[in-house]
């Protein structure tokens, strides 16, 4: 695999580009295993050479949300500003009203629409059938 590290097509065939990616897979599997293990092993004290420890990005919170927005309405901001209303969406629908309600009520008069997932590769034993960006007589001109 690293004698083709820094190639991509046309300096390598499309042959050993699916080669690559077969092999490395597992590579990447093996690759976050260890990066967790030397995580582990350098917080508990130990040394892994040339690699450290350090804070992740960090996020804020609020002490008290309802002190904190208590204080912002005493000093003239509007509740309106402090909050986001917008709507559920079809996943969380359906977990409310329970599959049966959501499928009378929303599928079945079609008023939910399933849009396809971007493509990704997978390798040809993958249960869903292949996808193509390429347009066939069939697309550009209709079926008859």
Known sequence: VEQYA???PPLISWE???EVLRR???IVSWYNSLKEAALAEVLKGGEVPGWKAVE???SRQYADLDVAFAHLQA???DEALLYERKPLT???VEKA???KQ???LLEEPGHVVKLPGAPTLAPLDDARPAISDQVTPEQAFGNG
Request: hydrophobic share 30%.
């Open 16 to 18: 050993e580009v699916g």
């Open 24 to 26: 490395a897979e597992g």
């Open 6 to 8: 820094p190639m991509k």
């Open 56 to 58: 992740g990005r960090g």
């Open 102 to 104: 959501y499928r009378e």
């Open 90 to 92: 079809p996943a969380a």
């Open 97 to 99: 009203l329970g599959k």
């Open 75 to 77: 000093h003239g901001i």
